[in-house]
């Protein structure tokens, strides 16, 4: 493995400074070596505006400002930083995937439980709400986020969508779905056109880079949820296979010559807790040969995560962005570790395919993870350090 320098005492340090940036942006062809996933600590100025606008303090347009001015904060870190690929942290979001109930009427108030584990786990409602009536597309997800992505990012910037899969297992509540879309089969086929749409309009806009965000593909590598599952009446592979084909048919208007397409899988990311434990071997025939993107973002800063070896199944030519530190906890990681790890990648996935980044976004639910803002750029800066150091 090729690195630029030996000493890694101070990687990761970060002291407001800026840092040069990894070269100059990429093309859309071109594998990014630094990533972030997606999602950014809300400063506690943004958190109180969300309050004052939900106790009918603050304006819908006064909430926008304080959106925005968090925003042009994140993009200004991600710069000091030398991040190549820039998110607007999902800062307008309750959570990563509630754009989808956001835009599209049929949501009702009602959730599907996990059984959270890790600080404070236990039995709790998924940020998703539960499809409750027929479903209607009022208006773009991603309109209100796009215009200062393309106005103010200070280079190339991805749009993270929840995949449409993950509905089936965070919104299809039996006992009220149902009396609405009698099957998992019928509601898939309505989300995947919503998606498939917003993707249409993204690269219609311009848009170079499209992530699906599809933690609950864990689910079926999980023996207990795959368990569950069968206790239901469903076999998990042939479930499996139905999430990669809807995934793959939202995905079909988006052309490799124009757009990066990603997916992130994670094992669950909220207040530094998870849901799901286990390797990617069950899935990773599946999900490495079908899936129809060109980047895998995956979980690995935990044994939860399983080995390498699954990823010997990945096509050469495509990127696995491995996500070696975690946003769960503050403590920054080793970056002679972090190297070791890549060197070990390697024996499954050539290093001109691999890339680096954190395991999951610092805040998939608007409350964070439980390190702070400043653990938040310290990772970062290790990230991009390390890349330095492997690519050069």
């Known amino acids: 493995m090729r690195r630029t320098c030996a000493n890694a005492d101070d990687a990761g340090e970060y002291d407001g400074a800026p840092f040069e940036p990894i070269g100059e942006f ?24 969300r309050l004052a606008h939900a106790n009918g303090q603050l304006t819908l347009d006064q909430l926008h400002t304080a959106e925005d001015r968090a925003i042009l904060e994140v993009f200004e870190g991600q710069r000091r930083v030398g991040m190549p690929i820039f998110t607007d942290g999902e800062l307008r979001r309750g959570s990563w995937l509630t754009d989808m109930a956001d835009a599209v009427e049929g949501f009702v108030q009602d959730k599907v439980t996990l059984e ?28 209100h986020e796009l215009p200062l992505l393309k106005q103010s990012a200070p280079g190339p910037f991805k749009i993270t969508l929840p995949a449409p899969s993950n509905f089936m297992v965070a919104s299809y509540k039996r006992g009220i779905t149902d009396r609405f879309y009698p099957s998992y089969d019928d509601l898939l086929r309505e989300l995947v056109e919503f998606t498939r749409d917003e993707i249409r309009w993204l690269v219609s806009e311009g ?21 569950k599952m069968q206790s239901l009446g ?10 990669i084909a809807a995934d793959n048919a939202a995905l079909a208007d988006a052309p490799r010559s124009k757009v990066r ?22 899935i990773a025939e599946r999900l490495f040969g079908s899936l129809e993107v060109d980047t895998f973002l995956l979980e690995y800063d935990s044994e939860r995560a399983g080995t390498f070896e699954p990823l010997r199944l990945v096509s050469r030519g495509k990127t696995v962005v491995l996500g070696l530190l975690t946003t769960k906890q503050p403590q920054l990681e080793s970056q002679d570790n972090l190297l070791r790890r890549i060197d070990e990648a390697t024996r499954y996935v050539p290093l001109e395919d691999l890339a680096i980044s954190t395991q999951c976004g610092f805040a998939s639910v608007a409350a964070g993870n439980l390190l702070s803002i400043d653990d938040q750029w310290r990772k970062l800066a290790l990230v991009v350090n390390t890349a330095r150091k492997v690519w050069g």
């Open 26 to 49: 990429a093309l859309v062809t071109s594998p990014y070596r630094a990533e972030n996933v997606g999602s950014f600590l809300r400063p506690p100025a943004l958190l109180q505006a």
């Open 116 to 143: 959270w584990k890790g600080p404070g786990g236990g039995p709790e409602g998924s940020t998703a709400q539960v499809v409750g009536g027929k479903l209607r597309k009022v208006r773009k997800m991603t309109a």
């Open 207 to 227: 848009v170079t880079y499209i992530q699906f965000d599809a933690p609950y593909y864990s689910h079926y590598l999980d023996p207990a949820q795959r368990k």
């Open 234 to 243: 469903l076999n998990p592979d042939e479930q499996f296979a139905k999430s």
């Open 261 to 282: 397409r990603a997916a992130h899988i994670c094992r669950g990311n909220s207040r530094s807790r998870w849901y799901t434990e286990g390797g990617y071997d069950a």
